[in-house]
């Protein structure tokens, strides 16, 4: 059974940091494109960023560049999102979820990032 | 970019009526990255279908999609009460359309 369980979520402060990370079981994580959605308290679905198997390509959305970075660990079915210089718009839950052909085909249960002083 | 507008933004229906979702890409896209996504409240959103027309793993086959170029529909047959909830289209890789929410008449 394919899991995605998130984790690292929590209370920061403007211009503070997190690091969430996403736990893979039951598919061979190193084979697959993973990605990060997020969506803002009553608001839709922001696609984030997202990586290739061998990590060696990156994507992120405009309103995070330089801020945000995907990263993963093969070894340790790891995916991760390092969040820097958080805004408040930048609370929402975030989701980790799996490539599949052209589409998402599963995902975590989500972790809730609150930027607020 | 492509930017993704589904309309309506509620929908309003009983159940066993049959609804009609719309989305629609600002230009040309591959019909085979657009995918519909069901969200219930409090849950992650399921992959509904991909490629436009093909149902994921496990969904009813009251669940259809169609369309090709910039006009993509899905279609529930017959509501049950389990489908008053919110879709999602999106295109591969890029934003999501703003959802449609689809509630009980």
């Known amino acids: 059974e394919v899991q995605l369980v998130e984790s690292g979520g929590g209370l920061v402060q403007p211009g503070g940091s997190l690091r969430l990370s996403c736990t893979a079981s039951?598919?061979?994580?190193?084979?697959?494109?993973m990605t990060w959605v997020r969506q803002a308290p009553g608001k839709g679905l922001e696609w984030v960023a997202n990586?290739?198997?061998?990590?060696?390509?990156?994507n992120h959305v405009d309103s995070v560049k330089g801020r945000f970075t995907i990263s993963r660990d093969n070894a340790k079915n790891s995916l991760y999102l390092q969040m820097n210089s958080l805004r408040v718009e930048d609370t929402a839950v975030y989701y980790c979820?799996?490539?599949?052909?052209?589409?998402?085909?599963?995902w975590g249960q989500g972790t809730l990032v609150t930027v607020s002083s | 970019e492509i930017v993704l507008t589904q309309s309506p933004g509620t929908l309003s229906l009983s159940p066993g009526e049959r609804a009609t979702l719309s989305c629609r890409a600002s230009?040309?896209?591959?019909?085979?990255?657009l995918a519909w996504y069901q969200q219930k409240p409090g849950q992650a959103p399921r992959l509904l279908i991909y490629?436009?027309?093909s149902r994921a793993t496990g969904i009813p086959d009251r669940f259809s999609g169609s369309g090709s170029g910039t006009d993509f529909t899905l279609t529930i047959s017959r509501l049950e009460p389990e489908d008053f909830v919110v879709y999602y289209c999106?295109?591969?890789?890029?934003?999501f359309g703003q959802g449609t929410r689809v509630e009980i008449k």
């Open positions: 999106q295109y591969y890789g890029q934003r």
């Open positions: 039951g598919f061979t994580f190193s084979s697959y494109w």
């Open positions: 990586i290739k198997q061998d990590g060696s390509d990156k």
């Open positions: 490629g436009a027309s």
């Open positions: 979820s799996r490539d599949g052909t052209w589409n998402l085909d599963y």
């Open positions: 230009q040309t896209v591959s019909s085979s990255s």
